[in-house]
């Protein structure tokens, strides 16, 4: 079975072309087998590239536990790229079709490849049965989440997936190891969460770091620097605009006040390609 690894930000996963050729029976199986870093090609899940009646493409995600998510910032991106570059589309504007819904995607192209793509990743979603969570208000905005031994004022959203983000004054590995999988996994988020920690370096420029649902730290998180950009406006912390500096990268964000939709734009690269062996 052919595969292409590719990343954006370092956010890295392994794509099937399902185009060409046949969907794996097991694509959960799969991922964890396939994500291995020390047994498998290693990655942070697995992406299968598929056609769909509706949209250019249909993208489906796994993560490296095995779980199927909604959607991915950074996989789409790379999914719009593997389109391109492996000749089944020539435009440059794309429709692909997600967990989260179809998604309009800019590809911005260089020398014949794609060297970016801004993605319109849609309405944020403030309901807390939507994100889904427990937690009060629509959005939970600045809501004391308590674990065994310590408490955060946490944001929560959905980008298509839940989020819980988290401000800080210093980006430490005991809050992103060792807390970040306690808030993941807290009964207020019935379907898990993805857990941004963010340092505010100004109201257009942040740090951050994520734990993602199903896969633990990953050097960046597209649809989690959306939901940051979104929770840095309603807590009044940061701007419309903004950058985001995360372990493997830089994205850019815009939440525009015209239609509420959140833009992010950032990189696609395409490592190497390899046959597995099932």
Known sequence: MRFVKMHGCGNDYIYIDCFRQAMPPDPGGLSRRMSDRHFGV?????????????????????????????????????????????????????????????LDLELHVRNGRVDSVTVDMGEPI???????????????????????????????????????????DELTDRDVLHYGPKVERHPAFPRRV??????????????????????????ACGTGACAVCVAGVITGRTQRRLLAHLLGGDLELYWSETNNHVYMTGPAVEVFQGDWPD
Not at 56 to 79: V, Y
Not at 143 to 166: A, K, Q, R
């Open 42 to 102: 290693g990655g942070d899940g697995l992406i299968l590239i598929c056609p769909s009646p509706h949209a250019d493409a249909r993208m489906r995600m796994f993560n490296s536990d095995g779980s199927e998510a909604e959607m991915c910032g950074n996989g789409i991106r790379c999914l719009a790229k593997y389109l391109y570059d492996h000749g089944l589309v020539s435009k440059s504007q794309l429709r692909i079709e997600t967990g989260r819904g179809i």
């Open 126 to 168: 403030f309901e807390p049965s939507r994100i889904p969570t427990t937690l009060p208000g629509q959005p939970p905005c600045n809501i004391l989440l308590t674990l065994e031994d310590c408490s955060y004022l946490v944001t929560s959203l959905s980008m298509g997936n839940p989020h819980c983000v988290i401000y800080v």
């Open 194 to 219: 993805n857990v941004e920690f963010v340092k505010v370096i100004s109201p257009r420029e942040v740090r951050m770091r994520v734990w993602e649902r199903g896969s633990g730290e990953t050097l």
